[in-house]
């Protein structure tokens, strides 16, 4: 896209670069496997300097969290991902309501440089979704106390095992498809697009009409011919570099036209923010991208020039690097499987007895906990518990209080 909008505008200098560009990504789509990583490409003291830079503090500690971790990205197939189902599929619906991923297996993951030790580990492979986390070694990570957490898994009943196999860091899978039609039950409709997976849009996708997305396409072209150049750079080690630039506020306001466009002939559409137009700085940005053997290695941007004064001795550069024909996204084996419906059964089992190890409160163990108000049910809801769900474990004995301290654990 962006090298077609140049070819309508540009230089013979800048069409090179921007064929040049294109290419190094379209390449990357010949691959059967793909890897991002998006990184802080900076030093804890960089990062420190930089919050002094932009009168917004980073501690020392925070500033060496950020610059150690690493969060990836990774989807594989068994032909070239630009040839597979997924990838041409025009409705992102017909993905997310289904858990159909045609072929292609995708893979998260958040590890530290230092060590090398994945924090967290997510794959979706056919229907099923892995997850792997080192809990304490997350916890710590926010400064928490794990001597709770380690009281909290003691206590849990023989049927809580895969709970337990969470917090001991081992493998555990979960039926995507079950997971929806949970979702579907418990918000008491059976129309596409209520899985619990896909809150942006209020439980369903926007409906993409193939016309309005060839339309945006073009009026996308459009923008960039308009404001964006490309320029090669040199060398950065054995990688070629392009730098792509824009001005800010012309960019972002024909961007944000060209949404609002497709938002007004799409149903389900989320509201389009185009009121702060007054708050994009009137400057030029622009970002570095190294390109190596004809694809795409690496995108590398500098958060200092989004700052209301940029400090040119201070730099907190991020890097979103590429890797292709990287290792394929596999499911792990010896993954215990997660019943959410038994294991919503009992946590209310066990709250119903005051086996979580909560305060018995004035009424004494084992009693119904006080109704939630209207108020109360709001709460849960932001905190992405819906109403069915918030009003059984409520009447299985669980408080307002206990929701909230089991939300991440209810919510799957």
Request: aromatic share 6%.
């Amino acid at each position: 896209m962006l090298a077609a909008g140049l070819t309508a505008c540009g230089t013979a200098k800048q069409l090179s670069a921007g064929e040049k560009l294109s290419g190094a990504f379209e390449k990357l789509g010949d691959a059967k496997s793909l890897s991002f990583q998006l990184s802080a490409d900076a030093t804890a003291e960089q990062i420190v300097a930089f919050g002094k830079a932009v009168d917004d503090p980073i501690e020392q500690k925070d500033a060496e969290l950020l610059s150690d971790l690493t969060l990836s990205m990774s989807m594989s197939a068994d032909k070239p991902l630009k040839d597979t189902e997924a990838f041409k599929a025009y409705r992102a619906d017909q993905l997310n309501d289904t858990f159909d991923l045609k072929g292609v297996a995708i893979g998260y993951s958040l590890t530290s440089k230092k060590s090398g030790k994945a924090l967290a580990d997510i794959r979706l492979v056919g229907d099923k979704m892995y997850v792997q986390a080192d809990v304490k070694g997350i916890a710590k990570l926010g400064g928490e106390d794990t001597a709770e957490m380690d009281r909290f898994v003691s206590a849990l009943p023989a049927e809580a095992g895969p709970i337990k196999d969470v917090f001991a860091g081992k493998w555990i899978s979960l039926d995507l498809k079950k997971l929806n039609e949970l979702g579907k039950k418990q918000q008491g409709s059976g129309a596409a697009g209520a899985n619990p997976l896909n809150p942006m849009f209020g439980g369903g996708m926007p409906d993409l009409d193939p016309a309005e997305l060839q339309r945006f396409g073009k009026t996308i072209k459009s923008v960039l011919s308009k404001n964006v150049t490309v320029e090669e750079k040199g060398k950065s080690g054995d990688a070629d570099v392009i730098q792509v630039s824009a001005p800010a506020r012309p960019l972002v306001e024909g961007l944000l036209k060209a949404v609002e466009k497709l938002a007004s002939g799409t149903t389900g559409f989320p509201p389009v923010p185009s009121e702060d137009m007054s708050k994009v700085p009137d400057r030029k940005f622009s970002a570095d991208v190294l390109i190596k053997n004809g694809k795409a290695q690496a995108v590398t941007l500098d958060l200092m020039q989004f700052a209301d004064k940029p400090d040119a001795s201070a730099h907190f550069p991020l890097r979103l690097g590429f890797a292709a024909d990287a290792p394929a996204v596999a499911a792990p084996t010896g993954a215990t499987e997660l019943d959410l419906a038994q294991l919503e059964k009992t946590f209310a089992e066990l709250a119903s007895t005051d086996g979580l190890g909560g305060s018995d409160g004035e009424d004494g163990p084992g009693t119904p906990a006080t109704p939630l108000t209207e108020e109360q049910y709001t709460k849960l809801a932001a905190a992405g518990i819906d109403r069915a769900q918030a009003k059984s474990m409520n009447e299985a004995g669980l408080s307002f209080e206990e929701i909230i301290e089991l939300k991440d654990i209810i919510k799957g």
